[in-house]
C-alpha cells in the first residue's frame, strides 16, 4: 500500500512526464509546418536559402551573415 507521500511524488512524476510529452509533441508539430512551409516556397519557385532566412532564425554568426547578404541582394 502506499502511503500519501509515494503517492505525492508519483502524482509529481506524472505530471512532470506528462508536460514533457506535450512539449514534445508541440516542437514536432511546430517543425513539421515549418517544413512544409519551406517546401511550399520552394516548389513555387523561392530561392531555398531566402526561405530558410525566413523560417528559421539565424544561430550562428555565420548563418546571421549569410542572411543579411541574401537580404541586401533582393533590393
Same mark, same amino acid.
Given at each position: +500500500? ?9 502524482? #509529481?512524476?506524472? +505530471?512532470?512526464?506528462?508536460?514533457? !510529452?506535450?512539449?514534445?509533441?508541440c516542437?514536432?508539430? !511546430?517543425?513539421?509546418? *515549418?517544413?512544409? *512551409?519551406?517546401?511550399?516556397a ?6 531555398? +536559402?531566402?526561405?530558410? #532566412?525566413? @523560417? ?9 551573415? !549569410?542572411?543579411?547578404? @541574401?537580404?541586401?541582394?533582393?533590393k
Amino acid at each position: +500500500m502506499m502511503d500519501s507521500t509515494e503517492k505525492f511524488w508519483v502524482a #509529481c512524476w506524472g +505530471m512532470v512526464l506528462a508536460f514533457l !510529452i506535450s512539449l514534445l509533441v508541440c516542437v514536432t508539430i !511546430i517543425s513539421l509546418d *515549418k517544413r512544409d *512551409k519551406w517546401e511550399k516556397a520552394v516548389s513555387n519557385g523561392a530561392d531555398p +536559402m531566402v526561405a530558410s #532566412c525566413a @523560417l528559421y532564425s539565424a544561430e550562428t554568426s555565420g548563418e546571421t551573415a !549569410i542572411c543579411t547578404i @541574401l537580404a541586401q541582394n533582393r533590393k
